[in-house]
């Protein structure tokens, strides 16, 4: 070890480094948090990257020892962004649980196996257990790792899973028979198929080998017109099965393409239990992952059906309700369908009475660059409401979202702009914010601030 110290004994050298990294993390964690930024700062990162591989080569030693060394101590410093919170070590396959962290695949898919239903890092107890890649922590790794000289496991060959075996395949295909059997049958092979799909992610890769397969399970919903008449855990069952089908990435276009499955998971957010309709809707966000799913999933007509559950407020769908609805809003054209269904009234209305604020703020921000969603803002009452969020929140997210949100309904409508200008002659909110924000809140605030000061100097030459 004594060999990598050399390496670092120039203090300028060492300093520029502390201040890269240090960089770095500010803008992994901005990529992460800020969606306004994402392509500038993916640019910033990568220079920051390239710099500090300069720096490394410039330091590398030619003796293959000390270079084997050197790899050794590049893991160890990685960036505390891009380690696993459970290992502690450099993630090969980052994955995003339910609560929003991050870990590396193996170690919370043990985690979860063990049975446990709570995010390790948060206690949140957890609403779903669906792993997302999370690709934009894995490609700024790659990144990182090419700029070290380190090789990064496949993530596949990372994370493979043993595949099948003929016994086991032969018992799948028995149980995709019985789905078009008596109920009792239809209901145990629904069961098994349910806990096989969770367990075994093989087994979700057998769905992917058939094109029948799919619409063999759909069989036990399909067969009516209407889902009324269907077995409750019948049903619960299949969903939840097309929920765990979903997670396996190159399942997500396959399932969202077979004509009946968005059908299904619509009605089932109408007609099922808590906890299927919390499942569809579940099943609707992973599925939407997929960019060209997005858009299918949106004209299908789901957004109503979303928003008419997010109205309901049942604490158990909630937090996926506004997951799949976040995630289709990313493109445009659901953005009007949702605010067509309704979608600002149900947000702003469980925003002001506390209901999941941070979620929905997300979600509102996102809509506000749909100018019938701005009126609507304006004629609902958002801006006290929002006004009081960045006052007494401690969050800078919300507080972010809300200042964009606040910035964008008053360009639209001058006669809110005698509210900010109270809110910020008794309590100083917008400076306060233009100090301490994020960068993103604090270039919102100085907008507003530039408007209220221009408002002023038009008043008094009037």
């Not at 339910?98 to 709570?118: C, E, H, M, V």
Request: glycine share 4%; charged share 25%; hydrophobic share 40%.
């Amino acid at each position: 070890m004594a060999k990598i110290g050399v390496l670092s004994s120039d203090p300028t050298v060492r300093a520029k480094a502390a201040e890269l990294k240090k960089e770095l993390q500010m803008l992994v964690r901005t990529i992460v948090d800020d969606d306004d930024y994402i392509i500038h700062t993916i640019d910033q990162a990568k220079d920051v990257l390239c710099a500090l591989r300069e720096l490394k080569f410039s330091k590398r030693s030619t003796a293959a020892t000390t270079t084997s060394s050197l790899k050794l101590h590049k893991v160890v410093s990685c960036p505390e962004e891009f380690r696993c919170p459970l290992s502690k070590e450099l993630m090969r396959d980052p994955v995003i649980l339910a609560s929003g962290q991050t870990y590396d695949r193996p170690f919370i898919q043990k985690w979860l196996n063990a049975g446990n239903r709570t995010c390790p890092r948060t206690q949140q107890v957890l609403s779903y257990t669906v792993l997302t890649p999370n690709h934009l922590i894995r490609e700024m790794i790659s990144q990182w790792c090419k700029s070290q000289g380190i090789e990064l496991p496949n993530a596949v060959q990372y994370g493979k899973e043993e595949g099948v075996n003929e016994a086991e395949r032969n018992h799948f295909f028995s149980l995709m028979e019985k789905l078009s059997a008596t109920l009792p049958e239809q209901k145990e092979a629904a069961k098994e198929l349910r806990l096989l799909t969770k367990k075994m992610p093989s087994f979700r890769g057998l769905f992917g080998e058939s094109v029948d397969a799919i619409p063999q399970l759909l069989t036990p919903l399909s067969g009516s017109k209407s889902q009324s008449g269907v077995h409750p855990d019948l049903q619960e069952d299949v969903i939840t099965t097309l929920l765990n089908l979903s997670i396996h990435d190159s399942n997500k276009k396959l399932v969202a393409e077979t004509p009946m499955v968005i059908p299904l998971l619509m009605e089932a957010l109408r007609s099922g239990t808590i906890e299927t309709r919390s499942n569809a809707a579940a099943a609707l966000f992973t599925l939407s992952a997929h960019d060209s799913n997005k858009a299918l999933i949106g004209k299908s007509g789901a957004l109503k059906p979303l928003i008419d559950l997010l109205d309901e407020g049942h604490p158990l769908a909630m937090k996926d309700v506004a997951s799949a609805i976040f995630n289709l809003c990313i493109i445009h054209e659901n953005k009007a369908r949702a605010v067509r269904d309704g979608a600002v009234r149900v947000i702003l209305k469980k925003i002001m009475d506390g209901v999941l604020v941070d979620e929905l703020l997300a979600i509102l921000a996102m809509l506000s660059t749909h100018q019938r969603a701005v009126e609507e803002m304006g004629e609902l009452g958002a801006v006290p409401c929002l006004l009081c969020i960045v006052r007494e929140s401690t969050c800078e997210r919300k507080k972010e979202n809300c200042i964009a949100i606040l910035h964008t309904v008053c360009l639209n409508d001058r006669t809110k702009w005698k509210a900010l200008k109270e809110e910020e002659s008794t309590h100083g909110t917008m400076s306060k914010l233009a100090k301490v924000g994020t960068p993103r809140a604090k270039r919102k605030a100085n907008g507003i601030l530039e408007r209220l000061r221009r408002a002023v100097n038009i008043t008094h030459t009037a």
